[in-house]
């Protein structure tokens, strides 16, 4: 028998409680603090109940990781600015010999070449199904294994492994030697 509050909202909690261990393994391997891990879920959970258009999402899982991509986003550019208010003025001479020595120099040119590639790729990775592009990115920058993967996505490890080859072969294309 539905509860009062109804089936619709019995299938959501259900779906969040699945997601709930998942969510929280994501980002303890990635903040290493329990407490933040389970604030962070909690918002991930808050962030996707606000979806105006929740019924409409296709795969919840894939967008509840996107969420969650976006809540460590945000958390890393919280950090960036606390720690340049808290920069500390060294020397600027021990600045100069040590960044000779020990780092290669990055011209404007160099930079602005750098920045104009990341765009390349962002767009070719735009490209792709949102279902791919996650998969590719959880793998290749996140160092997701596959089968945990597999797991998240409730897919087997050989349709991971076929989606992660159809990206690196869609890059690949975009990228080959006549791309540069």
Do not use: W
Not at 66 to 82: C, E, F, M, P, V
């Amino acid at each position: 028998m539905a509860s009062a509050a109804g089936p619709e909202t019995e299938r959501l909690e259900s779906q969040l409680e699945s997601l709930r261990t998942p969510l929280m393994r994501f980002f303890l391997r990635r903040v290493r603090d329990a407490a933040e891990a389970q604030d962070l879920t909690q918002e991930a959970f808050v962030r996707l109940l606000a979806t105006a258009d929740r019924d409409r999402i296709a795969d919840p899982k894939a967008f509840v990781f996107q969420i969650a991509l976006n809540l460590l986003a945000d958390r890393s550019r919280k950090a960036q600015r606390r720690n340049a208010a808290q920069t500390v003025l060294i020397d600027p001479h021990l600045v100069s010999e040590v960044t000779h020595e020990f780092v290669e120099e990055f011209t404007p040119e160099r930079v602005l070449m750098g920045r104009t590639e990341v765009e390349r790729v962002v767009a070719a990775l735009g490209e792709l199904s949102l279902r791919t592009r996650d998969i590719y990115l959880l793998h290749r920058l996140e160092n997701m294994k596959q089968a945990r993967i597999a797991e998240l996505f409730g897919i087997s490890r050989s349709t991971v492994e076929k989606e992660v080859m159809k990206a690196s072969m869609h890059l690949a294309r975009r990228f080959g030697a006549k791309g540069r």
